[in-house]
């Protein structure tokens, strides 16, 4: 059983269109993170929400954290070609802040 | 500054053999952290050191797995008999404190492939 269901599993779209990739589960998170791993190398954090609602940007990318803490999305605006790579999301459950959770990860291909 | 390294990048054994990954964290970090890719699976937790102490090795598959950190400072992973279905990416993880706040730091991983 998965804890953290992501969504898509992969995504192919033009450069400049807009993105959402989501981070579903049925279990309470004390914190999200998404990662961006690289062929070849390990996961590499972008952003982490520890509240209900947050919203955090990190340039064209816009992370969110669902209101009851299970779940989450990252939406890209304007893709470019750099954008491509694996996207994982994580949680740390409650009471279990140190072990990690992650999803399968989204692999986005921004075609030029 | 350094970041986490890990050795071998790959590893191709026969099934039956042994083999001994090893992971360098961040110096002064005290929390290290083995996780493990098997092909269209998530990432894995496999377990939790604290200085020298295993906090946590509850995401070990079996016996065959012996994970030790001797002198709190690098950690090896040895993993006798290796099996087929102990192929995959392990990665290790380095961390300051232990809390989800704590950016666990990634190293480039183990590819480890067992005929």
């Known amino acids: 059983t998965q804890l953290l269901e992501q969504s898509p599993q992969f995504l192919s779209i033009q450069e400049g269109e807009n993105l959402t990739v989501y981070c579903n589960s049925s279990s309470v998170f004390s914190s999200l993170q998404w990662y961006r791993q690289e062929p070849g190398e390990g996961p590499v954090l972008l952003v982490t929400v520890v509240t209900g609602g947050e919203v955090k940007k990190l340039k064209r990318l816009t992370f969110q954290f669902g209101d009851a803490r299970k779940d989450s999305s990252l939406h890209i605006t304007a893709a470019q070609p750099g954008d491509t790579g694996l996207y994982l999301c994580?949680?740390?459950?409650?009471?279990?802040?140190?072990?990690?959770?992650f999803g399968k990860g989204t692999r986005l291909h921004i075609l030029p | 500054e350094a970041g986490v390294t890990q050795f071998p990048s790959h590893s191709v054994i026969e099934k039956g053999q042994t083999v001994t990954l090893r992971c360098d964290p961040i110096?002064?970090?005290?929390?290290l952290y083995w996780y493990r890719r098997v092909m269209g699976k998530e990432i894995k937790f496999l377990l939790h050191f604290v200085k020298e102490s295993k906090q946590d090795e509850s995401g070990m598959p079996n016996n065959r797995f012996l994970a030790e950190r001797t002198g709190g400072t690098y950690s090896t992973l040895k993993v006798q008999p290796a099996e087929l279905e102990d192929s995959g990416v392990y990665f290790c993880?380095?961390?300051?404190?232990?809390?989800?706040?704590?950016?666990?730091?990634f190293g480039p991983g183990t590819r480890l492939t067992v005929l």
């Open positions: 110096s002064g970090h005290d929390n």
């Open positions: 994580a949680g740390c459950r409650m009471n279990r802040d140190d072990k990690i959770i």
């Open positions: 993880a380095s961390s300051l404190g232990r809390t989800s706040y704590n950016e666990q730091f």
